[in-house]
């Protein structure tokens, strides 16, 4: 799962052992991703949320940050937002057509 940091107009993130930095300012669009998850053991089964957001660079280039939970989620992308108050936040029909 993601960790991941936001800092002095970066996004600061692991990929497998590279620490990778993202500059916020060129980001052109920021969503939020829920995938519910049912599984089955041997004593029962449990649900869960998976959490991404999800980023979109200007050259197209998109970076998906994955999380146990909503909450985190939302916290990555509260922290993204106020860090580039002017970026496009949400999936909206107008952002998809814009952006993808």
């Given at each position: 799962?993601?960790?991941?940091?936001?800092?002095?107009?970066?996004?600061?993130?692991?990929?497998?052992?590279?620490?990778?930095?993202?500059?916020?300012?060129?980001?052109?669009?920021?969503?939020l991703?829920?995938?519910?998850?049912?599984?089955?053991?041997?004593?029962?089964s449990?649900?869960?949320?998976?959490?991404?957001?999800?980023?979109?660079?200007?050259?197209?280039?998109?970076?998906?940050?994955?999380?146990?939970?909503?909450?985190?989620?939302?916290?990555?992308?509260?922290?993204?937002?106020?860090?580039?108050?002017?970026?496009?936040?949400?999936?909206?029909?107008?952002?998809?057509?814009?952006?993808?």
């Amino acid at each position: 799962m993601a960790k991941v940091a936001v800092s002095e107009g970066m996004i600061r993130y692991r990929k497998f052992l590279t620490v990778c930095e993202l500059p916020v300012a060129d980001l052109v669009w920021a969503y939020l991703q829920q995938e519910d998850v049912s599984a089955k053991m041997c004593c029962g089964s449990f649900n869960a949320e998976i959490g991404r957001v999800i980023v979109l660079e200007r050259n197209g280039k998109k970076e998906v940050f994955q999380f146990e939970s909503m909450q985190e989620a939302r916290e990555l992308l509260a922290k993204i937002q106020e860090a580039a108050p002017d970026l496009p936040v949400g999936y909206t029909e107008e952002n998809r057509k814009r952006f993808e």
